[in-house]
């Protein structure tokens, strides 16, 4: 036991075994160590298993986005090549490698990325500026004109580019439409 906690090992029980935590971990069945990692994540009570693939979330609502990808029903098609997607997140990530659209540009160089995370990613590993936020704390959010890479820090912004510069984007043809159904459900309702 005294060696154990002075090579930094942790004795810990997972599904009723002894397990040795390593960190890297080295457990006997996949589905302890993806149990196991959880405890990790800092959610007491908060880690969901993916039944699929043991795949472990921190919350639900990640389990459930997740549980997508096991679908062979694609809702979302890319325009451009036709693949499919569940999330609409994955399809507007996808389609940006065929649009160039780089909205994320670091401050100290050159470089532009399709997400934030690989801004954070590249801050953190070329500059070595890691970003700091509070528990819940939400950054700051983007508007992306996903016509030309634009971006805007309120919708209404995003809104008034894209009538002035893209007024036939599919975007603005959507709102269109879902403006003109609340329309009409307005004027059925109220009749």
Do not use: W
């Not at 935590?21 to 298993?49: F, I, M, N, W």
């Amino acid at each position: 036991q005294k060696m154990k906690s002075l090579l930094g090992l942790k004795q810990v029980s997972c599904l009723g075994h002894l397990l040795v935590c390593l960190l890297p971990l080295c457990h006997c069945h996949p589905v302890a160590l993806r149990l196991h990692q959880a405890t990790h994540l800092g959610e007491p009570g908060g880690s969901y298993v993916c039944q699929v693939c043991q795949k472990v979330f921190q919350f639900q609502r990640m389990l459930n986005r997740h549980l997508k990808c096991h679908s062979e029903q694609k809702r979302h098609l890319c325009n451009f090549c036709g693949k499919g997607f569940n999330d609409t997140f994955d399809l507007k990530r996808h389609v940006r490698t065929h649009t160039g659209v780089r909205p994320y540009k670091c401050d100290l160089c050159e470089k532009a990325f399709t997400q934030r995370c690989s801004l954070e990613s590249h801050m953190k590993k070329i500059h070595g500026v890691t970003q700091q936020y509070a528990y819940k704390e939400r950054r700051t959010k983007l508007y992306v004109c996903e016509e030309c890479g634009h971006t805007a820090s309120t919708q209404d912004a995003l809104l008034r580019h894209l009538h002035t510069q893209h007024p036939n984007s599919a975007f603005l043809r959507a709102k269109g439409a879902l403006y003109h159904l609340s329309q009409i459900f307005y004027v059925y309702i109220n009749n």
